[in-house]
Each structure stands twice: as C-alpha cells, then as structure tokens.
C-alpha cells in the first residue's frame, strides 16, 4: 500500500499570498495518477488537478500541480477568499487507492 | 458527462445491516473498476473495489466477512452490502472510479451506526 504523507498539516496564509503544498509517497506513483481534491465543511471532495499536473475542468488557472514519482506538489499562486479549506492528495495508479490525511489553509 | 450518485444511508443500530447503491452515468460502466471509499473524521479510506466483470473483488480488513460490493451492469449500478454494522463504520461513503486516467467520486451518502 502506498503510503501519502501531506505537510504541512496546516498553512496559516492571508489572501493574495501563494499557497505550496506538499504530498510524498512511499514509493512511486505509477502513471503519475497522483490526483489533488478541495473540501469544504459538510461537502464532497472537489477535483482540482488529476495526472499530477492536469486540471479538472472548470478549475481556476491558479490552482496548479507539480511533480513525479514519489513527490508532488499543488500550488495556488494567491489565495482568493474562497480557497480556505482541507486539500486532500489522492493516489489512483496503485490498489487500494490511498489518500493523504490533507492539508488545512487557514486565514491568519 | 461522468456522475456518480450514491443512496442508501442512513441511521442503522449496531449490528444492522445497509445497502448502499450507486448509479453511474457517462461511461461504459462494465469496463471498469469500481471503489467505495469512506470518510471518517481521521480522513478518507478506501473500502473495496470491484472489477468490472464482477468477478473479482477485494475489501479492506477492517471490512472484511462483513462488507459485499457487488454489480448490476444491466442498471449501471454498484452496491455494497454493509452487515455486522459497527459504531466505528460510520461515515460518508464514496463511489469512485477513474475513467481516462480522471478520478471520478461522488457526493456520498452518509450512514450512521448508532443505538
């Protein structure tokens, strides 16, 4: 099982500031199905970014997703109000599907 | 335009039982794997998965003897049967599958284990 560790847990940042997000994987990836979700209180997970870097239909161009292997990254590049919620990564390439325990952006 | 709608949930005693049903709609539903995935306060957790066949499937040991997912392929539907139910399988529970290498989930349905 692949093993996803997100940091960090919580990212204290005011509007307009770039958000950089971490998720590592205890071993590669494969296909690079490395997927990159938004949730908000009482909703469903939200797609933001699917095969790394590619991005859900209807997703900002702010929002952006990097990287290979066993490291990947999710970049928004300045935080609208919106944004402040739990980002979960997600990896699909290899049975079970496993998810990392998510990333909280918080206002300061 | 994939969707996936689950029902099902509900409030159930320890010990009930629940089945849980998701439509699918969009993409040929026989050629793929399907998964249930849950959502408890520690984060999300992949239940089971189906191929799409039906013919293969495999659980979580936290599931396992207790949980059945299950196909209809005719009803673009997949179900998972939830007996034994315990205190600790409350959460919301997810369908999810990848079609052209895009993860698909969706909204879930909520099922509580309470007396």
């Known amino acids: 099982e692949i093993v996803l560790t997100q940091s960090p847990g919580t990212l204290s940042l005011s509007p307009g500031e770039r958000a950089t997000l971490s998720c590592r994987a205890s071993q590669s990836v494969s296909s690079n199905y490395l997927a990159w979700s938004q949730q908000k209180p009482g909703q469903a997970p939200r797609l933001l970014i699917y095969g790394a870097s590619s991005r859900a239909t209807g997703i900002p161009d702010r929002f952006s997703g990097s990287g290979s292997g066993t490291d990947f990254t999710l970049t928004i590049s300045r935080l609208e109000p919106e944004d402040f919620a739990v980002y979960y990564c997600q990896q699909y390439g290899s049975s079970p599907l496993t998810f990392g325990g998510g990333t909280k952006v918080e206002i300061k | 335009e994939v969707q996936l709608v689950e029902s099902g949930g509900g409030l159930v005693q320890p010990g009930g039982s629940l089945r849980l049903s998701c439509a699918a709609s969009?993409?040929?539903?026989?050629?793929?794997?399907m998964h249930w995935v849950r959502q408890i306060p520690e984060g999300l957790v992949w239940v089971s998965r189906i191929n799409g066949g039906g013919s293969t499937t495999n659980y979580a040991d936290s599931v396992k003897g207790r949980f059945t997912v299950s196909r209809d392929n005719a009803k673009n539907t997949l179900y998972l049967q939830m007996n034994s139910l315990r205190t600790e399988d409350t959460a919301v529970y997810y369908c999810?599958?990848?079609?052209?290498?895009?993860?698909?989930w969706g909204q879930g349905t909520l099922v509580t284990v309470s007396s």
């Open positions: 969009g993409f040929t539903f026989s050629s793929y794997w």
């Open positions: 999810a599958t990848w079609v052209g290498g895009v993860p698909y």
